[in-house]
């Protein structure tokens, strides 16, 4: 009887994680930092918002980034913090750029034609400890700066 109960409440813990409403990440800016050899390394903000009802404590973050479909940049960082429920935060991951995703990145920009917006998609994970993690995954446009948007 024990056994059914423990499983019981572990399967309505499991149901009850599930609903949980999907965080919004956007990418708040991007700054670049020193790199080793042949990778680039940048600084990204990343915007998090929490529609749901309930705060998301977290210990250590990993994102991807991916600029017009490809492969960009990845990085984990160790930061500790709390989504408050309805509300929003902002942090900042250290992200590394190998040599291969510049060239593809920039291939890819001379042979489009818009050169002033560059679709990204963020996707990753709040470690959220013992209960495991919360991934989140969106999309959006960056607007490249003056200089770079006029092919130059």
């Known amino acids: 009887m024990l056994l059914a109960l423990v499983l019981g409440a572990s399967l309505a813990a499991c149901a009850g994680m599930g609903a949980r409403s999907p965080l919004n990440v956007t990418v708040a800016g991007l700054e670049p930092l020193p790199g080793e050899g042949l990778e680039a390394r940048f600084l990204v903000k990343l915007r998090v918002q929490n529609a749901g009802d309930?705060?998301?404590?977290?210990?250590?973050?990993?994102?991807?980034?991916?600029?017009?479909g490809r492969s960009f940049a990845q990085g984990v960082s160790d930061q500790q913090g709390v989504v408050p429920r309805f509300g929003e935060t902002l942090f900042e991951v250290p992200v590394t750029v190998p040599a291969s995703a510049v060239?593809?990145?920039?291939?890819g920009l001379m042979s489009g034609s818009d050169y002033a917006k560059v679709a990204y998609r963020v996707h990753g994970l709040l470690n959220s400890g013992a209960l495991g993690a919360v991934r989140f995954d969106s999309s959006g446009e960056i607007a490249l700066?003056?200089?770079l948007a006029a092919g130059g």
């Open 54 to 68: 309930a705060a998301i404590a977290f210990d250590g973050v990993a994102v991807e980034l991916d600029l017009n």
């Open 103 to 107: 060239v593809r990145q920039v291939l």
């Open 145 to 147: 700066p003056a200089g």
